[in-house]
Nanobody, 119 residues
Framework: QVPLVESGGGLVQPGGSLRLSCVTS????????MGWYRQTPGKERELVAT????????NYADSVKGRFTISRDYTKNTVYLQMNNLKPEDTAVYYC????????????WGQGTQVTVSS
């Protein structure tokens, strides 16, 4: 099991910003992609953003395009999610995800961090 540790969640007012971090114990270069998903009670977990570790190419859910940015830092073995102009509908538990494809396909999840956007 590869531990993924999220941090950076919290309470923020609408229009505010937060930066989530996901740290792994090993090198992030061992992963094909890493990303962030979110989930609210009674709903399925949904994709927020993913990044291809080698190329840095990123994909975003339509609902966060232009507001959120995913990035990676090899030296810190960390993937970030910068969230700007937060809206109440962004309130959710955010989960870090990592996909390793060699020697076999394995997907890892963090424990989640709560983000609450409220005035």
């Amino acid at each position: 099991q590869v531990p993924l540790v999220e941090s950076g969640g919290g309470l923020v007012q609408p229009g505010g910003s937060l930066r989530l971090s996901c740290v792994t114990s090993g090198s992030i270069r061992s992963f094909y992609t890493m990303g962030w998903y979110r989930q609210t009670p009674g709903k399925e977990r949904e994709l927020v953003a993913t990044i291809f570790i080698d190329s840095g190419r990123a994909n975003y859910a339509d609902s966060v395009k232009g507001r959120f940015t995913i990035s990676r830092d090899y030296t810190k073995n960390t993937v970030y999610l910068q969230m700007n102009n937060l809206k109440p509908e962004d309130t959710a538990v955010y989960y870090c995800n990592a996909w390793r494809v060699r020697p076999e396909s394995v997907i890892y999840w963090g424990q989640g961090t709560q983000v609450t956007v409220s005035s």
